[in-house]
Each structure stands twice: as C-alpha cells, then as structure tokens.
C-alpha cells in the first residue's frame, strides 16, 4: 500500500461545478498536508497546506483533514478551466518538520466549458 | 529571488552517458530535496541534504546514481552510465525560510535513447 493515495481520475467536472480531490494516508504520524497543482509541462506548485483537523479556505479553495479517518480532501468551488491541472496531494514523511514529503500518484482534473 | 534554477531544462542522451543534472536552491533555504517523475511511479523523492550534507539517499534507485552538495548554492544528479529507464523529469526543491513549504524548479526532462 502507497503511503499516499489519492482518487485516481482522471475527475472531469463542467465549469462552475465543484470538484472534489481527495487522498488517504497510512503514516499516523504525518501532521502536515499539502496540496500541490501541477500544470502540463510545468512543476507542482503549493495552492494549500493543513495541519489541524476540519476546514481550511483560501479563496475557491477548501481543504479538509480528519486525522481519525485518515483522510485529506481538497474541494474547488467555482470551477474553472484554468484550474485543469494535476493534484498532488502530500503528507509530511513521519511527521518530520522539516518538508520531507511523500506525494500520491495525483488526481488529473479537466474543468469543460 | 529568481527561485530553484535548474540545468539543463532538457537533456537528450544515449544509453551509457553519464548525465549530469545542476541545481541552484533559493538562497537561505537549507534543505535540498531531488525528485524524479514519471508516469508509471509519480513523483519520488531520490535523496534529500540538509546544510550541503546527506541525510537520506534510500530512494536512490541504483548505484549508478549518486548526488552531491558541494556547497550551499550548488547540488549535482549524476548518472552514470544512463538507460532508457531513466527518462524521466527530475526536480530539484528546497525548503527553509519563513515558508513552510517545499519550491519546486521547473525540472529537467531526460530522455535516455
């Protein structure tokens, strides 16, 4: 089992629609998590992190973390067809403080018009 | 800052090469991670330095990788000899300041022919 594991995809979703990304985890002892959006051709880039239990906003952005269940999501409202891209969802390698991360295998999104 | 800079951004070569990939982190950042990318595997961390030294090298795949920090603006990903198994994107990140998240660069992709 991969440390990290997310909704294989690929999620297509119509514009202005809510696209929901979500990811599992088995190292208990990851704290932190990362969202990172990767576009074709280009390298991931962080649009939100984690760290305590229930919700986080930034924007058309929500991330949500249930330490219990395990279990990071990451909700886009609104969506956009800018926002078609690769999700990299990620957890801080046995809760190490210092960025080790381990990222699940992404979850491709297409946003139509 | 003009952010993690890496060379080449695209390296075509013939099995048995040596390759040899160059990474500039953003200064102050005191940790240097590389990754490789692929479809098949996703993104994995090869090897990470904290302060120019090597902490954890167990996601090198082979020997015949090897990576160096020889000071705190400049890190090496060698290959040698390459094969077509390692075409591949490789990234460079670092992690440190006041952010607590990890910067990419914009990769180089390899092709091993």
């Known amino acids: 089992q991969k440390e990290v594991e997310q909704n294989s995809g690929p999620l297509s979703v119509p514009e202005g629609a809510i696209a929901s990304l979500n990811c599992t985890y088995s190292d208990r002892g990851s704290q932190s998590f990362f969202w990172y959006r990767q576009y074709s051709g280009k390298s991931p880039e962080l649009i939100m992190f984690i760290y305590s239990n229930g919700d986080k906003e930034d924007g058309r952005f929500t991330a949500q973390l249930n330490k219990a269940s395990q279990y990071v999501s990451l909700l886009i409202r609104d969506s956009q067809p800018s926002d078609s891209a690769t999700y990299l969802c990620a957890g801080n390698a046995g809760g190490t403080s210092y960025g080790k991360l381990t990222f699940g295998q992404g979850t491709i999104l297409t946003v139509h018009p | 800052d003009a952010g993690v800079i890496q060379s080449p951004r695209h390296e075509v070569t013939e099995m048995g090469q040596e390759v040899t990939l160059r990474c500039k982190p953003i200064?102050?950042?005191?940790?240097l991670f590389w990754y490789r990318q692929t479809m098949m595997r996703g993104l994995e961390l090869l090897i990470y330095f904290n302060n120019n030294v090597p902490i954890d090298d167990s996601g090198m795949p082979e020997d015949r990788f090897s990576a160096k920090m020889p000071n705190a603006s400049f890190s090496t990903l060698k290959i040698q000899p390459s094969e077509p198994r390692d075409s591949a994107v490789y990234f460079c990140a670092t992690y440190g300041g006041f952010y607590n998240e990890q910067f990419f660069g914009p990769g180089t992709r390899l092709t091993v022919l």
């Open positions: 200064s102050g950042h005191d940790y």
